[in-house]
């Protein structure tokens, strides 16, 4: 199994600022993955990181609004630029490796835009 | 395109068994996942089927038919803890997994 450290957990931020939310897990995994969930929602996926190289985003989602970077196969960041109060909301990592039986989460970070 | 659906909410009471239902329509198969979540909180694993039938891990049972595309959930001896969302995914073709919306259970006295 793998354990993985997000942070923060919670924020409140400023309209046209940015955010950057880390991502540490503590084994080396394939696949590291960034979710956004609305309140009683399910996850969204914004990006698949991939370790060097850029990452792989789902439509709906681009880099200039949320740059990833992911330099080793066990961290990663995410970051929310420019913000408005339409990026309030809970973002998720995740790790996998490839033929894994399970998906591993952080604690979430809670994001709130005013 | 992808497709996974399960219902939205279910009501069942302390103490009662409840099953609740996912199928999907995905490019590619490579295995199903359950995860628990709790308002506010980070869903955690309960599940993981790659092979057709029944696992069964303590009060949790999940049960897959690749062939229907289709997979239940099987709560046995409800507690009011398992009041939770459920969620259903599954990892396509390109290892991603595709998540359902979740089914919100509700456990009543």
């Known amino acids: 199994s793998a354990v993985i450290s997000q942070k923060p957990s919670r924020d409140i931020c400023q309209r046209g600022t940015s955010l950057t939310i880390q991502c540490q897990v503590d084994?080396?995994?394939?696949?590291m993955f960034w979710y956004r969930q609305q309140p009683g929602q399910s996850l969204t996926l914004i990006a698949t990181?991939?370790?060097?190289?850029?990452?792989?985003?789902e439509s709906g989602f681009v880099i200039d609004k949320f740059p990833i970077s992911r330099p080793n196969l066990t961290f990663s960041t995410l970051t929310v630029s420019n913000m408005s109060p339409e990026d309030s909301s809970i973002y998720l990592c995740?790790?996998?490796?490839?033929?894994?039986?399970?998906?591993?989460f952080g604690q979430g970070t809670r994001l709130t835009v005013v | 395109g992808q497709n996974i659906d399960q219902p939205t909410e279910m009501t069942a009471t302390e103490g009662a068994i409840v099953q609740i239902n996912c199928t999907y329509q995905?490019?590619?198969?490579?295995?199903l996942f359950w995860y628990q979540q709790h308002a506010g909180e980070a869903p955690t694993f309960l599940s993981y089927?790659?092979l057709d039938g029944l696992e069964e891990k303590g009060r949790f049972s999940s049960f897959l038919s690749r062939s229907k595309g289709y997979s239940y959930l099987l709560l046995k001896e409800l507690q009011m803890k398992d009041s939770a969302s459920y969620l259903c995914?599954?990892?396509?073709?390109?290892?991603?997994?595709?998540w359902g919306a979740g089914t919100k259970l509700i456990i009543k006295p």
């Open positions: 089927n790659v």
């Open positions: 995914a599954v990892k396509d073709s390109n290892y991603q997994l595709i």
């Open positions: 084994s080396q995994v394939t696949m």
């Open positions: 995740s790790a996998a490796d490839r033929e894994g039986t399970e998906a591993f």
């Open positions: 995905t490019s590619g198969f490579n295995g």
């Open positions: 990181a991939n370790q060097g190289s850029e990452a792989t985003y």
